[in-house]
């Protein structure tokens, strides 16, 4: 499994066709369509698409899952790819959202390593992992 590319967007800019089984709780499925003009199913069907996602809460970027087993749907991210998307988060946020570059796997890694990946435990009393202090960056 190799990362690919981290696609960063605000949930509130997708368009959600709730016909489709799209909703904002699970925003991967509208993303999918609108960036690939495929659903989601098909892509992890045909293409064998791992598609992983992230939220954050104030300061700390919560990954869904990590290389710890730590699973998102039976489908784990492993160590690279979680710092492929904190790093690459953190490097479009210092240069700004419309003028920020692309990011490459090296350079996100070297971005992520200068944070310690944190763990607790959350309201469903389930191991999760966090980033602490991204806008101090």
Known sequence: MEPGFAFLCDIEDLTYLTKLG????QPHRSLCRQLFNENLNNLTEDY????????????KFYVNSAEELVEDNLKPLIERQVLHLV?????????GWSTAPLVDEHDAFLVAKAFE???ETNEHKILTYFYDGMYKA
């Open 48 to 59: 064998s698409m791992i598609v992983g996602g992230f939220i954050v809460k104030g300061d």
């Open 22 to 25: 799209e909703s904002r709780d």
């Open 87 to 95: 790093g690459s988060f953190i490097t479009t946020l210092k240069a």
């Open 117 to 119: 990946k944190q763990e």
